[in-house]
Nanobody, 136 residues
Framework: QVKLVESGGGSVQTGGSLRLSCHASGYDYSNYCMEWFRQIPGEEREGVASIDSDGRISYEDSVKGRFSISQDPNPNPPRPNSNPASYLQMVGLKPEDTAMYYC??????????????????????WGQGTQVNVSS
């Protein structure tokens, strides 16, 4: 079973930066979609950024130009990467970015893209989350 571990959250002031990391292990599909979501208490989990095993990227509109998603290269091409890792570099943080940030991974059975207003895929496997707090 796949395991996801996030790290890198913390507390910063407005305008600050953080870099979140997500490391997966035990992944056994030939392709993947890795996504970052965030959630505040009482609200739905929303997609922030996504990247797939072919390097296609998408962002939620409010983070474009401030957040950047990336991933480690496949260490053993053309073999599938069983331990993918993604990173979310966040700059220009705002108080409204305060949330628990979650990493998710799933096979590419459907398109990998942030879809505002749509809930996460039922195929997602989740990490435990990392808290980001931005103070004004």
């Amino acid at each position: 079973q796949v395991k996801l571990v996030e790290s890198g959250g913390g507390s910063v002031q407005t305008g600050g930066s953080l870099r979140l990391s997500c490391h997966a292990s035990g992944y056994d599909y030939s392709n993947y979609c890795m996504e970052w979501f965030r959630q505040i208490p009482g609200e739905e989990r929303e997609g922030v950024a996504s990247i797939d095993s072919d390097g296609r990227i998408s962002y939620e509109d409010s983070v474009k130009g401030r957040f950047s998603i990336s991933q480690d290269p496949n260490p053993n091409p053309p073999r599938p990467n069983s331990n993918p890792a993604s990173y979310l570099q966040m700059v220009g943080l705002k108080p409204e970015d305060t949330a628990m940030y979650y990493c998710a991974i799933r096979p590419l059975w459907s398109a990998c893209a942030v879809r505002p207003g749509e809930g996460p895929s039922a195929d997602n496997q989740w990490g435990q989350g990392t808290q980001v707090n931005v103070s004004s």
